[in-house]
């Protein structure tokens, strides 16, 4: 029975061949950043309050001048092309008949247009990788001209972490296959089949770009996440004169990278350490959410992603300060479990917990949640 992400979780592991479940589950060196993101967040407690008025609960929120349904969205991942096939448009169109937002990676599969086209109900964000500074201002003046509502800029990614998972199980693109990953290929026929049917997933969003030798090089370099580490804090001032909607930094755990974003005119932040997937020394995401609440004091949203599982723990981010979550790998369970419906019930379940533990915490609105601070410890 499909009940939470972890069921999910482990339906994905089933359907999905071991070098793709590995490159969703995995994480960076000894997988420490990723356990901490999840027992930090588990060693938090909820204090309920009893007798309030809780026949109507209210989960929605206003971000950016838009409605929300749920105080979540779903986070920006690459190659979702290799869960499933059209992956990047089905959970679009999954986000969108929940009412949140979807953030569409810069690896993506689809071209971002199609994407958008799949889904214009819905709120979505395009999230910005910079290889090469001339394909990074062309994918936002398309993201622009198709109505992508705000800008990411992932900053936690100068370099690659070390996902060695990835490397022991021989996964890299272009597609070598070894004869190990021919018998994972085999052993999960209905993967093989749909894959076989649809064609390799390529980046998609980087072929449309107009020399080809920078194509070449700049997929390249997307394959190895291979950054261009010039891109510093003034750079910023490049990216402002080609976006004029809402700016957000995704990727930092320092109250002081959080005023110096501030500084810059940045109108969001994400609170992420990428799922444990860069610095595996880094704190996890929901330690490092009260200092740069504290530091930003109310004048731009912040958001957090890394280890979110629950519907209580949304509450308990709402409760230190984020004004929402974002889900990486739950997504992708429910993607890979079940095409568009899978991740449509990954939502439908933590939106489940997330009023249950709203009723249990006596909170009919995210407000609520915001002032019950105290109670989370
Ligand atoms: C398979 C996978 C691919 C990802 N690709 C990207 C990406 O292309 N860009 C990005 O900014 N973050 C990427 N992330 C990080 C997510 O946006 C998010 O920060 C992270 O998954 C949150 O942690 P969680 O998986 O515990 O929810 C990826 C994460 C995963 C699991």
Known sequence: MLLNVEDYRRAARKQLPRFV????????????CLRRNLSDLAAITLTPRVLRDTSRVDTSIQVFGTRWTSPFGVAPTGLNGLVRPGGDALLAAAAAKAGVPFALSTASNMRLEEVRAAAAAGVQWMQLYVMHRGVAEHIVQRAKACGYQALVLTVDVPVSGNRELDVRNGFRLPFKPTPRLAWDLLTHPRWSLRMARSGAPSFANLTAHGN???????????????????????????????????????????????????????????????????????????????AVVAAVQGKIPIFMDSGVRRGSDVAKAIALGATAVFLGRPMLYGLAARGAAGAQAVLQALQDELVRAMVLMGASKISDLQSSLESTR
């Not at 957000?248 to 501030?262: I, N, P, V, W």
């Open 21 to 32: 479940a590995d490159y969703i589950d995995g994480a960076a060196d000894d997988g420490l």
């Open 212 to 290: 080809a030798a920078d194509t070449a090089s700049v997929q390249a370099a997307l394959l190895t996440r291979a950054m261009d580490r010039t891109v510093v804090w003034d750079t910023l001032d490049w990216l402002r004169k080609s976006w004029p909607g809402p700016l957000l930094l995704k990727g930092l755990l320092h109250e002081d990278d959080a005023r110096r974003a501030l500084a810059q005119g940045v109108d969001g932040l994400i609170v992420s350490n990428h799922g444990g997937r860069q610095l595996d020394a880094a704190p996890s995401a929901i330690s490092a959410l009260p």
